[in-house]
């Protein structure tokens, strides 16, 4: 089974550096096929048998500590989960929605529609969230780097891992699957 693992925090300002070929051969040392990387944030393609997403992701996390000294929340999602991206995205209802406002957060488990209360999305305006199972999409119109409606915000309210990709790494995952 192909599985997209998301690796949260490397290779961001000089923390947690991990070269890409190194991963992936730590990768294939331990037992996947066909591992393939996109970019240097932590996006790895992997085949193997276990069809367990979480298994998969606790694998990845348990060797990056026992290589390489340190802890990398890991979200593993499959084809499915990532095309539900392109048809549940409610911005997509939006005239002339700027795609480079886009955001998804990869969440570790499925959320209810509480969870958006738990949030209190509205204090973050003009930014906008919606939920949708493990995914939280975002339309930061103050930009990620201002936004206070962070990775670490989410965690901490949700309880929760998170990692976030932006809508052109999203599309470009997808072409890639």
Known sequence: MKHLALLRGINVSGHNMIKMDALKS???KIGFQNVETYI??????????????????FTIKQEIVKQLGFDVPTIVINKSDLEKCLTNNPFFKEKD???KKLYV????K????????????????PDEAFIDGNRIYMKLETGAAKTRL???????????????RNWNTVNKLIEMF
Do not use: C, H, R
Not at 110 to 124: H, Y
Not at 155 to 164: C, F, H, Q, Y
């Open 105 to 108: 957060a990869f969440i570790s």
């Open 150 to 164: 962070t990775q670490k915000y989410i965690e901490k309210k949700l309880n929760v891992t998170a990692t976030s």
């Open 40 to 57: 240097q944030s932590g996006n790895v393609f992997l085949e193997t048998e276990d069809e367990n997403a979480q298994s998969v992701g």
């Open 97 to 99: 929605v700027d795609t």
């Open 26 to 28: 730590m990768l294939e």
């Open 110 to 125: 499925e959320l209810n529609n509480n969870a958006l209360n738990d949030l209190k999305i509205s204090q973050f305006k």
